[in-house]
């Protein structure tokens, strides 16, 4: 069983004396080793020399001696249906050459490795059975490769996020999440995979820890998709310590970005629309959304989707089933563990 031996430490970043020391090539600090939960190791292959492992199973070293082609390396265990999983690797050497990826891929995938042995080539994402995010900053699947975000380099934190509830996929980049990289996953024997085609580059596995979806879960994303819960759930003393980590990995998908008037107007519409009040009075009354059209509240309930448009980056405050939840009720949750408000004096 998991047990975390260090608590959560918002500096990971490696520091000018980290990084002016190397032994053999590689960083000994243990900067960002700060969670120390391994619920899975990369995975021995007696045969296998294009590749090393420590002792442990933690440190992965790509052609220890001299490059031939590209290499990969397989988790230990597949993933479970219905679980959130999350790792992380640490870059502790220069990456060059071709490619250096972390992902996924099926059993089938990791097969089709021997066609890519001798070939320098970004391995992870060039059939359909496995998916992975380059040094380059760029995704890949079934030969499509597109831009996804910055590139990742000596003393990096690489996270992933799979959620195996959903079947999406995210990864995160010095613990600051990237946005979704590939969905459609569920239903897929999956085991975490990273290749490399550059002589003695070196990562390791600085966490791998899961966890079973729960409704704490749920509200605790639907307080991070909102800044006014947000703001709210940051000033009750020692909550967020708990619940960070808990889901350390967790982080709001709040925009930084000073908010425009339209975006502006769309929040206090969502906020009104969850209101009590507003919500008893909902069927003598109309509420005008951001772009003056007119539709009662309960029309609107049943129609609202996310708003993903290339012009807002927010998603909808309050979604799943937990839309019509009071926002004080999610507070309590968080912090009592029940969604019952009948103590709210705006309670029906």
């Known amino acids: 069983m998991a047990i975390r031996t260090v608590p959560y430490n918002e500096s990971i970043h490696c520091s000018e004396k980290c990084l002016s020391k190397f032994l053999n090539g590689k960083l000994e600090c243990d900067c960002g080793n700060d969670i120390r939960i391994y619920e899975w190791f990369w995975e021995k292959d007696e045969g296998e020399t294009n590749f090393q492992l420590d002792p442990k199973n933690f440190i992965v070293t790509f052609h220890p001696v001299y490059s031939s082609g590209t290499s990969v390396v397989r988790g230990n265990k597949p993933f479970q249906q219905n679980m959130h999983y ?9 990456l060059y050459g071709t490619d250096v990826m972390i992902g996924i891929g099926t059993k089938e995938g990791f097969q089709n490795f021997t066609n890519y042995r001798f070939r320098f080539c970004s391995m992870l994402g060039l059939d359909n059975q496995t998916w992975g995010y380059s040094y380059h900053g760029k995704i890949q699947h079934d030969k499509l490769t597109r831009i996804y975000g910055e590139g990742f380099g000596l003393s990096s934190k690489v996270g992933v ?11 995160y980049l010095n613990r600051k999440p990237l946005g979704v990289a590939f969905s459609g996953l569920k239903k897929k024997e999956l085991y975490p995979m990273a290749c490399a085609t550059a002589a003695q580059s070196s990562m390791k596995l600085i966490c791998a820890v899961s966890q079973e979806q729960t409704l704490q879960m749920l509200c605790l994303q639907c307080v991070h ?39 502006e107007e769309e929040e206090l519409y969502f906020l009104a629309l969850n209101n009590n009040s507003a919500k008893r009075k909902q069927e003598a009354n109309y509420l005008v959304t951001p772009k003056s059209n007119k539709k009662s509240s309960t029309e609107f309930c ?42 709210d004096l705006d309670s029906p």
């Open 86 to 94: 999350y790792w992380e690797m640490k870059m502790i050497s220069k």
């Open 161 to 171: 996020h799979l959620d195996m509830c959903t079947g999406k996929l995210e990864y």
């Open 225 to 263: 998709q909102n800044s006014y819960l947000y703001e709210k759930y940051s000033s009750i003393p020692g909550l967020c310590k708990i619940y960070r980590q808990k889901y350390f990995w967790m982080t709001p998908k709040i925009s930084t970005s000073i908010p425009t008037k339209e975006q």
């Open 302 to 343: 049943s129609s609202r989707e996310p708003n993903l448009s290339s012009n807002s980056n927010r998603a909808s405050p309050l979604r799943m089933d937990l839309q019509h939840v009071p926002n004080d009720s999610l507070l309590r949750f968080l912090s009592q563990g029940t969604l019952d408000h009948s103590d």
